[in-house]
């Protein structure tokens, strides 16, 4: 079964400056999609970024980037010159290429922005 | 704003009691994810339905049931309920959900307490 672990559970960042979120996973899959979504004191779940397992290139979004490292199964996100609004709970999330769709969640990291 | 709406927002109830969350997916998405978020066990997959039918299932107790109408919304019901059935409750809806690439976008979510 496939598992996600995200180590960190807060890290703090002053405001402008670039902080890095750590998720690693296991599985047996060779095709899998991984994502990180942000999760506001709202409770809201948004979208930030995807990255397809079988794409080299590492995705972008505006000032969120990841670091894909298939091999090794990690994903991490780079959240560059950090805003107060980015403050909130990030969770990483993998899903199958296959026939199971469900998204299998880490805990999440609680991220918090220093003014 | 994902497109994706939940009805209510909040709902309290007592020990044993049923209740019935409401669900409407984005504009032509076929598939509706519902997951549960709380403390002790963080997010969990419930349940799947894609254009009406059940297509997969995770942790969901027997207690809990869920479907799919011909006009896309989904409800999932909760009886016998029990503390431990306080959380967070959110669907997600996708484009297809047989595999592939699309995204899942989450509604606001429904927040539960069992007293």
């Known amino acids: 079964a496939q598992t996600v672990t995200q180590s960190q559970p807060e890290m703090s960042v002053q405001e402008a400056e670039t902080v890095t979120l750590s998720c690693t996973y296991d599985t047996s899959e060779s095709d899998y999609y991984l994502f990180w979504y942000k999760q506001p004191p709202s409770r809201q779940m948004i979208l930030v970024i995807r990255q397809e397992a079988y794409k080299q290139q590492n995705a972008t979004e505006n000032r969120f980037s990841v670091n894909f490292q298939k091999a090794a199964k990690s994903f991490s996100l780079k959240i560059s010159d950090s805003q107060l609004g980015d403050a909130a709970m990030y969770f990483c999330?993998?899903?199958?290429?296959?026939?199971?769709?469900?998204?299998?969640w880490g805990a999440g990291t609680k991220l918090i922005i220093k003014p | 704003d994902s497109g994706v709406t939940q009805t209510p927002k909040h709902l309290i109830t007592a020990t044993g009691q049923r209740v019935t969350l409401r669900c409407s997916p984005r504009?032509?998405?076929?598939?509706v994810y519902w997951y549960q978020q709380s403390l002790d066990q963080g997010l969990q997959f419930l349940i799947q339905?894609?254009?009406?039918?059940?297509?997969a299932k995770g942790n969901i107790l027997e207690r809990f049931s869920a479907q799919q109408f011909p006009d896309l919304h989904s409800e999932l019901n909760l009886s016998s309920l029990e503390l431990g059935d306080s959380a967070l409750y959110f669907c997600?809806?996708?484009?297809?959900?047989?595999?592939?690439?699309?995204?899942?976008?989450f509604g606001p979510g429904t927040r539960l307490l069992v007293l």
């Open positions: 504009s032509g998405d076929l598939s």
């Open positions: 999330a993998y899903r199958s290429a296959g026939s199971n769709y469900q998204l299998i």
């Open positions: 339905y894609y254009n009406g039918e059940e297509r």
């Open positions: 997600a809806s996708s484009v297809a959900g047989a595999g592939g690439r699309e995204t899942q976008y």
